[in-house]
């Protein structure tokens, strides 16, 4: 159980477009999803944490006008990185909350998706 | 300041030769304490959670302990493909999750 799958695993665009990355818990629902980016060798950074109707929780320094996120579900979060360019190629990692109650919840990981913006 | 630290911040052995990795943290109000593995261009995968002191996990030659202060992930006779990193998280309240900058683990057959 608690899988969470990701899509596209990795994508080449042009700079100036937009691209959309799916986060979707496949087997719970997640009231909550967090979008991380990760650069070479270095940990976890937050981006944002999404809430199902809500608009998203930004971190500080993330640009919200260009990382755009939608959590139109309880098993469905979108990240559109909106006229990417150079500088936002990384590794883009979601994970989805499942609440086991009592406060005792866990973080599951999608497989991550690598942007490479030419 | 709620953090999390771990060490060492890489580590080599020889398949076989078990070790621990550990887990510092200060957080106000440990709602519960996360390791994961996340082996090159994957996402992190989970192990364990910890919710309270003394409690232990484990699950095959891994075995995750808590303290007060800290966590434990001890490795058992390890085997090459257990190489990857590992990361501790822990989360300090409903949406706050703080990642350590994990152990990157090099098992040698």
């Known amino acids: 159980g608690a899988v969470v799958s990701q899509h596209p695993s990795r994508v080449i665009c042009k700079s100036g477009t937009s691209v959309k990355i799916e986060c979707r818990s496949l087997?719970?629902?997640?009231?909550?999803m967090f979008w991380y980016r990760q650069f070479p060798k270095q940990s976890l950074m937050l981006m944002a944490t999404s809430n199902e109707g809500s608009k998203a929780t930004y971190e500080q320094g993330v640009e919200k006008d260009k990382f755009l996120i939608n959590h139109a579900s309880l098993t469905l979060s979108t990240l559109t990185v909106t006229s990417a360019h150079p500088e936002d190629s990384s590794f883009y990692i979601c994970?989805?909350?499942?609440?086991?109650?009592?406060?005792?919840?866990?973080?599951?990981f999608g497989p991550g998706t690598r942007l490479t913006v030419l | 300041e709620d953090q999390v630290t771990q060490s060492p911040e890489a580590l080599r052995l020889q398949e076989g030769e078990s070790s621990s990795l550990n887990c510092s943290y200060t957080?106000?109000?440990?709602?519960?304490l996360f390791w994961y593995r996340q082996d090159p261009g994957k996402g992190p995968e989970f192990l364990f959670t910890?919710?309270?002191a003394g409690e232990e996990k484990e699950k095959e030659r891994l075995k995750a302990t808590l303290t007060k202060k800290e966590s434990f992930l001890h490795i058992t006779a390890p085997k090459p493909e257990d190489s990857a990193t590992y990361l501790c998280a822990v989360q300090a309240s409903f949406n706050k999750f703080y990642f350590g900058s994990g152990t990157k683990l090099n098992v040698k057959p």
């Open positions: 957080v106000s109000g440990l709602r519960g």
């Open positions: 910890l919710y309270s």
């Open positions: 994970s989805a909350r499942e609440a086991s109650g009592g406060g005792r919840d866990t973080q599951y």
């Open positions: 087997d719970f629902q997640a009231t909550t």
